[in-house]
């Protein structure tokens, strides 16, 4: 069992950086890929970022390509997602997930219960 738990979420103007923690329980954090995704009003989750378990593969969706940055510190249990050149359209729920296997699409296996990130224009 791992659980998830999402901080860092607000509101920034267009333009603005925001970076994004993940904490995790148990000691199995290091032997999980962790992902994030979103969820925009009215719109299907979609998948933004996923880092294998020693954080040497990373792989980002191209909307936020260049822009946002997945990392994790296995010392701290805690994955990361750094954010800048933040438009208005990157506003949404922002998950953290986790699997076991490092694939650009997750099957995922835990998610955490979501942050708010709100980009005003």
């Known amino acids: 069992q791992l659980q998830l738990v999402e901080s860092g979420g607000g509101l920034v103007q267009a333009g603005g950086s925001l970076r994004l923690s993940c904490a995790a329980s148990g000691d199995a954090f290091r032997s999980y890929a962790m992902d994030w995704f979103r969820q925009a009003p009215g719109k299907e989750r979609e998948f933004v970022a996923t880092i294998s378990w020693r954080g040497e593969r990373t792989y980002h969706a191209d909307s936020v390509k260049g822009r946002f940055t997945i990392s994790r510190d296995n010392a701290k249990n805690t994955a990361y997602l750094q954010m800048s050149g933040l438009k208005p359209e990157d506003t949404a729920v922002y998950y953290c997930?986790?699997?076991?296997?490092?694939?650009?699409?997750?099957?995922?296996?835990?998610w955490g219960q979501g942050t708010q990130v709100t980009v005003s224009s």
């Open positions: 997930a986790a699997q076991t296997v490092f694939t650009t699409q997750p099957r995922v296996d835990y």
